[in-house]
């Protein structure tokens, strides 16, 4: 496998199911991060993990809860979701070294999250 | 916080027409990037401009960013089917590297 990949690619739960969505690099990246991106706007940024510190939560609901066990790994546990957090989930990677004029990101397919 | 406003939001041209997206801030970026989404994928980086001025090239794709750092466009020539997709850019600043700030996006459709 190369790059940034996610599973499930597709998931549809109720609002009293837990579920958890993986993203995995394999870039030798140290940042990680979780986006949600919602029909007609922007990408929203959720969480960031720097050398496996988190490093940025943009005010998410509790309901998101990430973990980062190693700068390879990363994932998104859910629970008692709502049908407004139906949307695609987004993992993506970078060098994350501040001393860097600018770190570029790399972005896996995503996850088509359905909430019922 | 920092806003990066493209435009337009939604283009559809034919086969072999030129169009501009633009990108649009208030604020200084220390560097630009320009990503394509296809439907049902994440965004992929074309490219990543970084010096006000800067002009870069990708085949039929012509990127620029600002003398002051603050906007960006990206000229398509002869448009193809296969540049359709969501354009968006995405802001960076030095000390903060691991974040973006991400454009509203500029959907575009080429048709045959």
């Known amino acids: 496998e190369t790059g940034v990949t996610q599973t499930p690619r597709h998931l549809v739960m109720g609002m009293t199911n837990k579920k958890s969505l993986k993203c995995e690099q394999h870039?030798?990246?140290?940042?990680m991060y979780w986006y949600k991106q919602s029909a007609k706007k922007p990408l929203e940024l959720m969480f960031v993990?720097?050398?496996?510190?988190?490093?940025e939560n943009n005010s998410v609901p509790s309901r998101f809860s990430p973990e980062c066990p190693n700068s390879s790994h990363l994932f998104l546990h859910l629970h008692t979701l709502q049908p407004e957090d139906s949307a695609l989930y987004l993992c993506?990677?970078?060098?994350?070294?501040?001393?860097?004029?600018?770190?570029?990101?790399?972005f896996g397919p995503g996850t088509r999250l359905t909430v019922l | 916080t920092q806003l990066l406003e493209q435009s337009p939001q939604f283009l559809s041209i034919q086969e072999g027409e030129n169009l501009t997206v633009y990108c649009n801030s208030s604020?200084?970026?220390?560097?630009l990037q320009w990503y394509r989404q296809e439907p049902g994928e994440g965004p992929v980086l074309l490219v990543t401009?970084?010096?006000?001025?800067e002009v870069k090239k990708l085949k039929r794709l012509t990127f620029q960013f600002g003398d002051a750092r603050k906007d960006s466009s990206l000229h398509i020539t002869a448009a193809q089917p296969g540049d359709t997709g969501l354009y968006l850019c995405a802001g960076g600043n030095r000390g903060t590297a691991s974040k973006l700030t991400f454009g509203t996006g500029t959907r575009l459709q080429v048709t045959l």
């Open positions: 993506a990677s970078s060098q994350g070294l501040v001393s860097r004029a600018y770190n570029e990101q790399f």
């Open positions: 401009v970084v010096t006000g001025g």
């Open positions: 870039l030798g990246h140290n940042a």
């Open positions: 993990y720097n050398f496996k510190e988190q490093t």
């Open positions: 604020s200084v970026f220390s560097s």
